[in-house]
């Protein structure tokens, strides 16, 4: 792991490297932008097309969400490929957010073809910053400095700023003035984070635009006319099936689901058999797998507050305070700022205890444990309800807490022990392979949900948060093991 001398003893931010603010607020409006979106993304495809929407039935919206949510993670792993072999991680990241910014800036046009091809960029451009920007927060620390779970905790809280923002903003312009209003304000906001992204660059570890394990001159060209010419020909493949009717929606659905299950296998297959990775680095990941699983079990519960929950809230909750009415995408916001509040206790606390701070896979444990209880809760809200029912607002709010807990838990520890577990030659693609169980995530999400709406609610929530905890407390059970493999992940 490559860290610049100056960020080792650089104290700057609470304690922090200087260089985590500059992260810390690209991922703010990164998250910004594409939670806020998301938050209105699926009513926007539900929703009449006499009111500006797609009018697609409400567990086909559920499910083309999630299969968009599959693409942005899958194209992570090129995304890590190209940092670590053509552009290195600042440039991935810089020309990601571009992506991102156009995407929005297209999904602003009020017309369906301009929806798909903003979707399009936004992909591209996730899966370019969101693997390389985790993997710069690492590159901040050593590994044995005792800030870096602190760090990374610090780091998400930045996230869920933005996931808190986000939906206030534009759901409250996406569900009160048009949809394509709502979209304008999350490019907006993508550009606030590509500014100071760049006037903050000086604070960086890794800033250099060489890849640390780049590509011979001769295999960088033809890397970049493979790719060039390989990317026209899927989207001509693409544009060709659905023109001609060979891929449904659907059909497109369902391929994802596949290639979401095959690419991570494929993925752990090469780099187990690399001759890059040392036995030693091998033996680090055989662990990494029980994480990776445990990653995909409590995404698809995450991943389903901007489906499936949004939906019931959309429908069922109640919106008003005092005759005043709001948004129901506004309870998106209580997942932020719920993790907003509680990032930095969870920092704190583990900074005080120090070593004596549960194992790694202990507290990833926990949060799945807690994101399968974010479901288990919803059972009495909803079992038994029909016709034009109202939930109490502090059913959602309870479960996107213990949600929002879970969340920090899982993911900071998950991210935090990528970067101590990756093997050096493919520090960017590890990255991207625990984005690949979050593609996983929503890959299964696309097929689960068909069935939203279709079974009774009570019979859904309370499968899928069983299972989730039942996976919590299979981590739990397997956990010497993994103290034993992970070192140096404590």
């Known amino acids: ?125 996730t899966g370019l910053l969101k693997p390389n920007v985790s993997t710069m927060v690492g590159k901040l620390y050593t590994t044995e400095d005792q800030r870096r779970d602190a760090g990374f905790a610090l780091y998400y809280m930045g996230i869920n700023i933005g996931a808190f923002l986000g939906p206030l903003v534009t759901g409250w312009l996406g569900q009160k003035a048009g949809w394509h209003l709502g979209f304008s304000a999350a490019a907006i906001g993508m550009t606030f984070g590509l500014v100071q992204y760049v006037l903050g660059r000086r604070g960086l570890a890794g800033r250099d635009h060489a890849a640390e394990f780049a590509l011979p001159p001769r295999a960088m060209k033809r890397a970049v006319w493979l790719l060039a010419g390989g990317g026209v020909l899927v989207a001509a493949a693409a544009a060709a099936l659905v023109l001609t009717g060979c891929l449904s929606l659907d059909g497109t659905v369902n391929v994802l689901t596949v290639i979401s299950v095959i690419a991570p296998v494929v993925y752990f297959t090469v780099m187990f058999k690399s001759p890059r990775v040392t036995a030693e680095e091998r033996g680090r990941l055989r662990p990494y797998i029980v994480l990776f699983a445990a990653s995909v079990v409590f995404n698809f519960i995450l991943f389903q507050s901007y489906s499936t929950m949004t939906l019931l809230a959309a429908d069922h909750a109640r919106t008003s305070i005092l005759g005043w009415e709001f948004p129901s995408t506004w309870y998106n916001s209580v997942l932020g700022v719920a993790e907003v509040l509680l990032a930095p206790v969870v920092a704190a606390v583990w900074v005080r205890m120090g070593r004596r701070q549960p194992h790694a896979s202990r507290k990833i444990a926990y949060g799945v444990i807690l994101g399968g209880l974010s479901f288990l809760v919803m059972v009495p809200a909803v079992t038994g309800q029909t016709g034009n029912w109202k939930m109490a607002a502090w059913w959602l709010v309870v479960s996107y807490v213990l949600l929002g807990l879970g969340d920090i838990l899982l993911e900071t520890t998950g991210m935090s022990a990528t970067t101590k577990l990756a093997p050096a030659a493919f520090a960017s693609q590890t990255m991207a392979l625990w984005f690949l169980s979050l593609a996983l995530a929503n890959g299964i999400q696309a097929q689960a949900v068909k069935l939203f709406g279709v079974i009774s609610n009570g019979l859904y929530f309370g499968l899928n948060g069983a299972i989730a905890v039942v996976l919590g407390l299979v981590v739990i059970a397997v956990g010497p093991w993994l103290r034993r493999t992970m070192h140096p992940v404590h």
Not at 62 to 74: I, N, P
Not at 100 to 108: E, P, Q
Not at 113 to 118: A, D, E, S
């Open 1 to 125: 792991m490559t860290v610049e001398p100056n960020t080792r003893e650089d104290h700057r931010f609470f304690g922090h490297p200087r260089g985590l603010l500059t992260l810390f607020s690209l991922e703010m409006w990164e998250r910004f932008s594409f939670l806020g979106m998301q938050a209105i993304l699926v009513l926007y495809f539900s929703d009449q097309v006499a009111h500006g929407g797609l009018g697609m039935a409400q567990n086909s919206a559920a499910s083309v969400t999630a299969a968009y949510g599959t693409l942005v993670y899958l194209v992570s792993v090129a995304g890590g490929w190209l940092a670590d072999r053509m552009l290195g991680s600042y440039r991935a990241v810089l020309w990601g957010g571009i992506l991102i910014a156009c995407g929005h800036y297209s999904m602003a046009v009020p017309t369906t073809g301009m929806t798909w091809v903003g979707l399009g960029l936004i992909i591209a451009g």
